[in-house]
């Protein structure tokens, strides 16, 4: 080692290679540094524009409807399952066709954020137990033993706008849950972002959006996956994991 820094010394050809050597690599080394915190700072001013410039749902139940609102009609009950070779059918209550006998809950959301809703989709969680269609697809849903989980509103909400939906349930049917919320408000900003707000009936509470990708979207809306899960029940475990952290979704 000391006749390798003598030669060094006494070589300034190579000892000035050396140096430009290591001169380059810290060079390379704080580019790329300087680089990873440029990269880091415009994704978090890019995640800053994206959350302001959201779109987001309030209940507003106090605000006056002049007749320009839209209604959704919407319904939800409980629901058993049977699997015969392989098919899921799916056994719904006797009144769920009895509509002098529904209670109903009413909401009027407004979008309070700062971009134009181009569709909502109105998503039930909980796909193991409950349902949710439009209240005209009743009858077709129920006598054929199929099962929907969503409905899809393809109109504008612009800022500042809102919808009401109105959600007709069957006497002693079971929608509400103690731990997690009922619905997901998933929503495509005229960006086309997707977003998903946590929906709790119960406690009349939305909670604040978040973005999601288009396999959790399509989990939401197709049957499939829970379907799959009714053949093999230890699935609706992977069925959470597919969705990360979500506790609130699919009990």
Known sequence: MKKIFEFVNNNAIVASLITLFLSTIIQIIFRRSDRKYSEKQENKK?????????????IDNNMYDDGTIPHIHLFMTDFNTK???NNVEFYYSKDVLDKKKYSHLNFYLKNIGNVDINQL???ATTQ???MLCEVDDIKFITENKLINYNYLFDRKIMKGSAVMI?????PNSKICNAF????ALIFK???GNLYEQPFFLQQENLY?????TYKEYNIYIKPDTAIECFKNPWKWWVLGTLLGTQNYKFH
């Open 208 to 212: 604040e959006p978040r973005s999601i």
């Open 180 to 183: 997690s919320c009922e619905l």
């Open 189 to 191: 900003d005229s960006y």
């Open 128 to 130: 193991r137990n409950t």
């Open 46 to 58: 890019n995640r800053r524009k994206e959350f302001q410039n959201k779109a987001e749902f309030i």
């Open 121 to 123: 989709d109105i998503c």
């Open 83 to 85: 699997v015969i070779n």
């Open 166 to 170: 109105d959600i007709a349930y069957p």
